[in-house]
C-alpha cells in the first residue's frame, strides 16, 4: 500500500487555476476555472512523509515496518509458471467483452465457489482493480452528492475514491474492546436519505478484524446496497466460527457487490485483475448487471494476456497465499513476544497483513512515527493515516521478512521503554 495521500479538502496550493474565456456580454476575456474541485487533493506533504524523505536523502538505513507489497517482501514466486501463463497464443487477438472473457470468468467462479457460496459466471465481473471496482459500484448506486458510508479506521483512499465519483464518504465506526466489532449504532445514525450503500471491508485493512455474521445480517436490514471488500479474506490468522463467510451471504439485502482480486489472492498486484460478484434480490441484480455492463464497455480496461492466464495464475496461488500467511503468522507471535510485559499494546488482529500498536500517549503518535525513524531507524504508519479515531497508534505490516520486523518491533519497544 502506498503512504496515504494528505488532506483532500483544500484545493492544491490553496490556488485554483483558471483559463480565460471570452466575455460576450463585455467583448472582453475573464477568468474562468480549469480544473475540477474534486480534483483539487492538497498534495502538500505531511510530517512523517518529510522525515521519511529526510532518511531517504541521508542515506541512512531504516527497517521499512510499512512494506505491504509482495513482489518487494522477498516473497517467492513460480516465475516459470507465470511467463508461461502470459505467453497465450490468444493475446494477439483482442476481443472486447465488458464484463470480461468468459474462460476467466468461469476461472474466477471456480476458485470462489472452492472457498465460499457459488457465484454464477453471469453475475460476475472484471476490473483492472479493486479501486476500479470501488468506482464503477460508486458509478452504479450514487449520484453527485450522494453518500456512501464507510468504516473508520480503515483503508485510507476510501474518501478519495468517493470524492473522484463527487460522493461522500461517510465514516461509521468500529470500536475496540479487546477485540474489533462494528458499532451498529453509528451506522444507524450515519444513515441519511441521502446514503446509497454501505461499505464493508473483511478483512479490515488495518484492523484485520473480519465482519461476524451478526454484524452483516444487521447491515443488511438496514436496506441498503452493501459493498463488501473481501480482498484479504483468504489470510486468516486464526479460526472463528462467528465470522461471515463473504459479504454474498447476506440474506435480506437489497444487493451486494463483493470486490476481490489477484493483488493479494495471488500476491500479484501487478497483474492488475480484479472481479465483482453481483448478489441479491432479482429484483435489483437484473438492472444492476444491465448498468455495470455500460459502465464496464465505457472502459474496457482489463488485459487481454491476464484474462488468458487468470485459470492458471490463480491455480499457482496456493504455495504463494501460504507462505505470505505463514509470515503473517510468524511475525505475529514475534510481535506478541516483543511487546510482552512492556508499554507497548498489540491489539488483535484475525486476518490480514497488518497490525496495530498502541503507545503510550506520552506524545502524538506522528511525534512517535518522525522518532522512530529519525532515532531508531524504524518506519512505521501512524493511526491517523488510517483514521483512528485517537491516539496513539502506528500501524506495521506482516509482510516484512521476519528478521526485519524483529528487528523493528525491538527497536520500537526499546524506544518507547526509555520515553514511557
Not at 489470510?235 to 440474506?251: C, F, I, K, N, T
Amino acid at each position: 500500500m502506498i503512504a496515504p495521500i494528505a488532506s483532500a479538502i483544500e484545493p492544491i496550493s490553496g490556488v485554483r487555476p483558471h483559463r480565460t474565456v471570452l466575455d460576450v456580454r463585455r467583448g472582453r476575456a475573464s477568468p474562468a476555472p480549469m480544473f475540477s474541485s474534486r480534483s483539487a487533493f492538497d498534495l502538500s506533504p505531511n510530517a512523517v512523509s518529510l522525515a521519511l524523505a529526510r532518511a531517504r536523502a541521508s542515506s541512512r538505513p531504516y527497517v521499512d515496518l510499512t512494506e505491504s507489497n509482495p513482489t518487494r517482501a522477498g516473497v517467492a514466486y513460480d516465475g516459470v509458471a507465470i511467463g508461461a501463463a502470459l505467453a497465450a497464443p490468444d493475446n494477439l487477438r483482442y476481443e472486447p467483452a465488458p464484463f470480461g472473457l468468459p474462460a476467466a470468468r468461469e476461472a474466477v467462479c471456480v476458485e470462489l465457489g472452492a472457498h465460499g457460496p457459488p457465484v454464477d459466471p453471469s453475475r460476475l465481473l472484471l476490473t483492472a482493480s479493486t479501486s476500479e471496482g470501488y468506482s464503477y459500484a460508486f458509478k452504479l448506486l450514487a449520484d453527485p452528492g450522494d453518500e456512501v458510508l464507510v468504516p473508520a479506521p480503515s483503508y485510507p483512499l476510501f474518501e478519495h475514491l468517493a470524492r473522484l465519483e463527487s460522493v461522500r464518504a461517510v465514516p461509521y465506526r468500529l470500536a475496540y474492546d479487546g477485540a474489533w466489532h462494528v458499532d451498529l449504532a453509528s451506522v444507524r445514525a450515519a444513515v441519511t436519505p441521502r446514503a446509497r450503500a454501505i461499505v464493508v471491508v473483511s478483512p479490515n485493512n488495518p484492523t484485520g478484524s473480519y465482519l461476524k455474521r451478526h454484524e452483516l445480517e444487521s447491515l443488511a436490514s438496514l436496506g441498503l446496497p452493501i459493498v463488501g471488500d473481501e480482498v484479504f479474506a483468504r489470510y486468516p490468522l486464526r479460526d472463528d466460527d462467528a465470522r461471515a463467510g463473504s459479504v454474498l451471504e447476506a440474506a435480506g439485502a437489497p444487493l451486494v457487490l463483493a470486490l476481490g482480486g489477484l493483488s493479494k489472492l495471488a500476491a500479484l498486484p501487478q497483474m492488475k485483475l480484479a472481479w465483482m460478484a453481483v448478489a441479491g434480490d432479482d429484483a435489483c441484480v437484473g438492472p444492476a448487471l444491465a448498468r455495470l455492463e455500460v459502465i464496464a464497455d465505457a472502459f474496457l480496461s482489463v488485459g487481454t494476456p491476464v484474462q488468458h492466464a487468470a485459470a492458471a495464475l490463480l491455480a499457482s496461488a496456493a504455495p504463494v497465499r501460504r507462505a505470505v500467511l505463514d509470515r503473517a503468522r510468524s511475525n505475529l507471535q514475534a510481535a506478541r513476544r516483543a511487546v510482552d510485559a512492556s508499554p507497548v499494546s498489540l491489539l488483535d488482529v484475525e486476518g490480514g497483513w497488518y497490525a496495530t500498536l498502541k503507545l503510550p500517549r506520552t506524545q502524538s503518535e506522528e511525534a512517535w512515527a518522525i522518532e522512530l525513524l529519525e532515532r531508531d531507524g524504524v518506519y512505521v504508519h501512524p493511526g491517523h493515516f488510517f483514521d483512528f479515531e485517537d491516539e496513539a497508534y502506528v500501524v506495521v505490516s506482516l509482510l516484512t521478512p521476519e528478521g526485519a520486523f524483529r528487528d523493528g518491533l525491538a527497536r520500537i519497544v526499546a524506544r518507547v521503554a526509555q520515553d514511557a
